[in-house]
């Protein structure tokens, strides 16, 4: 970039970095650059709800709590003392939220608003195989944490390049994105119209070699050179411009990489060290910003940033840490207390040591300087009263420590405790649903515009045709039936033929009597992509199998069903008993399947089926395909998400 003739010294200009940029181009990011600084600077100022802290501060504070931070000493007599009841806490809280089974659940709706029932439920099992493969339990954990602990918690979408060994593969990944690194472009809009905000910044400091790895094949990064620009002539005189903007300093082998995205501008932008990638103008992948944001508890109608637990519980926590730190302070001076000597004599500290010898001291000579005897019940009672409103602040019982009271509570008394323990944390289970609600639907634009072309090629056997493959998902443990197996998702750019349908309905009979229950679902990417679809999820909370909770509640359950068995005089169902001990003790076939009278006309038309399908020719295929048709009608595939 040529700067005006007259401000700068021919040879003072050719210090500076020389990035060519058109009229155009320069005036793009001299805007980009406004909203930068305009955002950096609303987020780094002190505010009144980051408690006159700036944000970085404030983060810093929390992180500490949550870490149970143990500072230097102020003085050689200070003790250095923290007593973890945030950590504590938010360990005990997390663990609970963790057990919580929420489940997304997608509906899918045409353009006239009605449902496509099967196209929901299929694109439900793909995200949730989609999870699977990036391991998004992991994920959530992380999540969680930051959740309880940070003013704002920010997740990423993306599509990535994964090695499996030597094989490269391309899948969907949530990444959690540090709240150090965002910057809002209106910090006064509050989180729940977060897409609303003008832009949203995300800042990323890395060595040029990983720089050049991701972004490399970019015609505009030859333009790229890392560290800082040097904007000084030789008299230290200041001869830059904004145009080299950075957001922090950066060592030598270093770039900054801006991730710039607007939703009302429809606009996304990367500039690494000045250089935008992407020239003036490049669309945004997602209806909505790529990068969310979740909050625990709002603070105002009109701010952004929320307050976390341990923002909550800090000044409780701070007199609980300064409380035992004097405690222990006064116990020290009850063992060795001040002491006062005659003017002009010196003793050692070491003469209260057992078995010390001090010459010409005696037992009057010192006095002590104290009239406390140590730490009183009144004192220890004002600790606990302290210990005790910090649980209220932040809500976690000693039930969900697993700190045990003094008498047995009965799985009635704990259910009832852990119930009103997750109505105490409703704010951040409604986070958490919000979070996988919102996570869910940038999961389903993500499916839409990366997974829906063709992995590879292949010669039909029977028409000698070339055939376009696309991905397909498989899920174990699914609903089929009443019983559980296996269901496989297909995309495929043409529907089932009629054959095709009776070929899929005679292959999944085939495996259901072989005690392999299977679903096999077309879903048609072409009419996906030609038809516009509105999508919603919610979500819901599913019960947990085998949790210890879960277990309690099936003896609780198991002990009154006997108890009005044995007053109405009705036997339990031995069979729905053995299913649920099986599901919630995860111990399957331990009890031997008892054999079932099977009623003399179905055996006899069983019998006959058999037969006929061993029969060769169509004749008997299709009588044995009419008599299976008696029972259970072939589903059709009108709709997009084709069953069989």
Same mark, same amino acid.
């Given at each position: 970039m040529?700067?005006?003739?007259?401000l700068i010294?021919?040879?003072?200009?050719?210090?500076?970095?020389?990035?060519t940029r058109?009229p155009?181009?320069?005036e793009?990011?001299m805007?980009?650059?406004?909203?930068?600084?305009?955002a950096?600077?609303?987020?780094?100022?002190?505010?009144?709800y980051?408690d006159?802290?700036?944000?970085?501060?404030?983060?810093?504070?929390?992180?500490?709590?949550?870490?149970?931070?143990l500072?230097?000493?102020k003085n050689n007599?200070?003790?250095?003392v923290?007593?973890?009841?945030?950590?504590k806490k938010?360990e005990?809280?997390q663990?609970?939220?963790l057990?919580m089974?929420?489940?997304?659940?997608v509906?899918?709706?045409?353009?006239?608003?009605?449902?496509i029932q099967?196209?929901?439920?299929?694109?439900?099992?793909?995200?949730?195989r989609t999870e699977?493969?990036?391991?998004?339990?992991d994920?959530?954990?992380e999540f969680t944490y930051e959740?309880l602990s940070q003013?704002?918690?920010?997740?990423?979408?993306?599509?990535?390049?994964?090695?499996?060994?030597?094989?490269?593969?391309?899948?969907?990944?949530k990444?959690?994105?540090?709240?150090l690194?965002?910057?809002?472009?209106d910090?006064t809009?509050?989180?729940?119209?977060?897409?609303?905000q003008?832009?949203?910044?995300?800042?990323?400091?890395?060595?040029?070699d990983?720089?050049?790895t991701l972004?490399g094949?970019n015609?505009?990064?030859?333009?790229?050179?890392s560290?800082?620009?040097n904007?000084?002539?030789?008299n230290?005189?200041?001869?830059?411009s904004?145009?080299?903007?950075?957001?922090?300093?950066?060592?030598?082998?270093?770039v900054?990489?801006?991730t710039?995205?607007?939703?009302?501008?429809?606009?996304?932008?990367?500039?690494?060290?000045?250089?935008?990638m992407?020239?003036?103008k490049q669309e945004?992948?997602?209806?909505?910003?790529?990068?969310?944001?979740?909050?625990?508890?709002?603070?105002?109608?009109?701010f952004?940033?929320?307050?976390?637990l341990?923002?909550?519980?800090?000044?409780?926590n701070?007199i609980?840490?300064?409380?035992i730190r004097?405690?222990i302070?006064k116990?020290?001076q009850?063992?060795?207390?001040?002491?006062?000597?005659p003017k002009?004599?010196?003793?050692s500290?070491?003469?209260?040591?057992?078995?010390?010898i001090t010459q010409?001291? %005696? !037992?009057?000579?010192?006095?002590?300087l104290? &009239?406390?005897?140590?730490?009183?019940e009144? =004192? #220890?009672?004002? $600790?606990r009263?302290?210990e005790?409103?910090?649980?209220?602040?932040?809500?976690a019982?000693n039930?969900?420590?697993?700190?045990n009271?003094?008498?047995e509570?009965s799985?009635t008394?704990?259910?009832t405790?852990?119930?009103?323990?997750?109505?105490q944390l409703?704010?951040?289970?409604a986070?958490?649903m919000?979070?996988k609600?919102?996570m869910?639907?940038?999961?389903?634009?993500?499916?839409l515009?990366?997974?829906?072309?063709?992995?590879?090629r292949?010669?039909?056997?029977?028409?000698?045709?070339?055939?376009?493959?696309?991905?397909?998902?498989t899920?174990?443990?699914?609903p089929?039936?009443g019983?559980?197996g %296996? !269901?496989?998702?297909k995309f495929?750019?043409? &529907?089932?033929t009629?054959?095709?349908?009776? =070929? #899929?309905y005679? $292959?999944?009979?085939?495996?259901?009597?072989?005690?392999?229950p299977?679903r096999?679902?077309f879903?048609?990417?072409?009419?996906?992509?030609?038809?516009?679809?509105?999508?919603?999820?919610?979500?819901?909370?599913?019960?947990?199998e085998?949790?210890?909770?879960?277990k309690?509640?099936?003896?609780e359950?198991?002990?009154?069903?006997m108890?009005?068995?044995?007053?109405?005089?009705?036997?339990?169902?031995?069979?729905?008993?053995i299913?649920?001990?099986?599901r919630?003790w995860?111990?399957?076939?331990?009890?031997?399947?008892q054999?079932q009278?099977?009623?003399?006309?179905?055996?006899?038309a069983?019998?006959m089926?058999?037969?006929?399908?061993?029969?060769e020719?169509s004749?008997?295929?299709q009588?044995?395909?009419g008599?299976?048709?008696?029972?259970?009608?072939?589903?059709?595939?009108q709709?997009?998400g084709?069953?069989?």
């Open positions: 040529a700067l005006p003739a007259g010294k021919e040879k003072d200009l050719q210090q500076l970095p020389q990035i058109t155009e181009e320069n793009a990011l805007f980009y650059i406004r909203r930068l600084v305009n950096r600077d609303q987020r780094n100022q002190p505010n009144k980051f006159n802290l700036d944000y970085v501060t404030d983060y810093i504070t929390n992180e500490n709590a949550k870490n149970t931070y500072r230097p000493k007599a200070e003790v250095r923290d007593v973890g009841t945030v950590e938010l005990a809280i663990n609970e939220l057990t089974n929420l489940k997304h659940d509906r899918a709706y045409d353009q006239d608003d009605l449902e099967e196209l929901g439920e299929d694109m439900t099992d793909i995200i949730t699977q493969q990036e391991k998004a339990e994920f959530w954990l959740l003013r704002a918690v920010f997740i990423e979408e993306l599509f990535i390049d994964a090695k499996l060994g030597k094989f490269k593969i391309q899948r969907a990944q990444r959690l994105v540090s709240g690194k965002m910057f809002l472009g910090i809009i509050p989180a729940y119209r977060y897409n609303e003008p832009c949203v910044v995300k800042v990323d400091r890395m060595d040029y990983t720089a050049k972004y094949d015609p505009n990064f030859k333009k790229v050179k560290g800082m620009p904007l000084s002539n030789s230290g005189e200041f001869i830059g904004s145009y080299y903007f950075r957001f922090s300093q950066l060592l030598q082998n270093e900054e990489v801006i710039y995205e607007s939703l009302p501008d429809n606009e996304r932008q990367i500039i690494i060290n000045s250089v935008m992407y020239g003036t945004m992948e997602f209806p909505s910003y790529s990068i969310q944001m979740f909050i625990t508890k709002s603070m105002a109608v009109d952004a940033y929320g307050r976390p341990t923002a909550s519980a800090k000044v409780l701070a609980s840490s300064e409380t004097l405690l302070r116990f020290q009850a063992l060795e207390p001040p002491i006062g000597v002009g004599r010196l003793y500290n070491r003469m209260w040591d057992p078995s010390a010409g001291v %005696k !037992k009057g000579d010192v006095e002590r104290i &009239d406390h005897n140590g730490v009183t009144g =004192e #220890l009672a004002m $600790y009263l302290i005790e409103k910090t649980t209220e602040f932040i809500g019982t039930i969900a420590q697993g700190i009271s003094n008498k509570s799985a008394e704990i259910l405790q852990m119930r009103q323990f997750v109505k409703g704010l951040s289970v986070a958490i919000r979070a609600r919102d869910a639907e940038l999961r389903i634009y993500n499916i515009i990366n997974y829906l072309d063709p992995t590879k292949k010669v039909d056997e029977m028409t000698n045709e070339v055939q376009d493959l696309y991905r397909s998902f899920l174990e443990n699914v089929i039936g019983k559980s %296996k !269901k496989i998702i495929t750019d043409k &529907d089932l009629p054959e095709g349908k009776e =070929e #899929l005679d $292959y999944e009979e085939d495996q259901a009597r072989k005690g392999n299977l096999i679902k879903v048609n990417v072409k009419t996906l992509q030609r038809f516009p679809i509105l999508w919603h999820v919610v979500v819901n909370n599913e019960e947990k085998g949790t210890a909770l879960d309690v509640i099936f003896q359950r198991l002990n009154q069903g108890a009005i068995s044995q007053i109405a005089q009705i036997p339990l169902n031995g069979q729905k008993i299913s649920d001990y099986e919630t995860k111990a399957k076939n331990w009890f031997q399947k054999p009278a099977q009623n003399p006309v179905q055996g006899e069983n019998s089926m058999e037969e006929l399908s061993n029969m020719g004749t008997g295929a009588v044995s395909r008599l299976k048709a008696a029972n259970a009608p072939i589903p059709n595939t709709t997009l084709a069953t069989a």
